[in-house]
């Protein structure tokens, strides 16, 4: 999912995983394109080089849209997630985000509900933690992150920096594990409603490689290219 969003988000991320936060009376639609050179997904390598295209509206505070990645090489399933959520104020400073997102895999071998809840501050690095449970893996993930946007006046961009640390709790006789992550995008405003963004992200999963993912690999660097079009 974007909303890790954001890779991060990403990660989300993971994202699911995170999703923007409708602030308008107005609906608000926005569709967006990327090319990953890896799908890596809470830390595990997912799929090879894949395209993630998505949809999402937004109305004053709900969410909702759906999300899909389809491996260019054809050897992992295609994934589409549905998801749908809602953002609102606790106080000046913190906020929450609760929602739900359905995984399908093709051939239907996988597939599965979970829930997700955050909190996020609108303080200096922009730090939030979100619990998701999957109802039915009964698994649980814990992931923590921050963010921040460095100006580079000379060229008129700015590099948003993030950072992650994720703990994934899983049943069935699967190891626990945790991962971290670091990120650095870079937005550019195509026109007053199109952007292209550049990132590169690393994910790191620790001394013990989990199992679940396709590869080995108990760190991965990540680049990806997308495009977002707001209506």
């Given at each position: ?160 920096l993030s950072a992650l640390v994720g703990l ?43 199992t679940g993912g396709i590869s080995s690999e ?14």
């Open positions: 999912m974007k909303k890790t969003i954001l890779a991060l988000a990403t990660l989300a991320a993971g994202l699911s995983s995170s999703a923007a936060e409708g602030q308008s009376n107005q609906l608000a639609v926005s569709l967006d394109a990327t090319y990953v050179s890896t799908y890596v997904f809470r830390g595990l390598e997912t799929a090879g080089a894949s395209i993630q295209p998505s949809l999402e509206a937004n109305y004053r505070d709900f969410y909702a849209g759906v999300w899909y990645s389809d491996d260019f090489a054809g050897q992992v399933a295609s994934e589409t997630d549905l998801y749908a959520g809602y953002n609102f104020a606790l106080t000046e400073t913190f906020s929450a985000d609760v929602g739900l997102t359905r995984y399908l895999y093709e051939r239907q071998i996988g597939d599965s509900t979970e829930a997700f809840v955050g909190l996020k501050a609108n303080v200096l690095l922009s730090p939030s933690l979100y619990s998701y449970y999957d109802l039915d893996n009964e698994s649980t993930t814990y992931i923590a992150s921050i963010g921040h946007s460095v100006p580079v006046a000379k060229l008129g961009l700015q590099v948003d994934v709790q899983r049943t069935n006789g699967a190891a626990d594990y945790n991962y971290w992550g670091v990120g650095a995008a870079i937005p550019y405003q195509l026109s007053e409603n199109a952007k292209l963004t550049a990132a590169v992200n690393y994910t790191n999963v620790g001394d013990a490689e989990p108990q760190d991965q660097v990540v680049y990806s290219l997308g495009v977002a079009i707001g209506f």
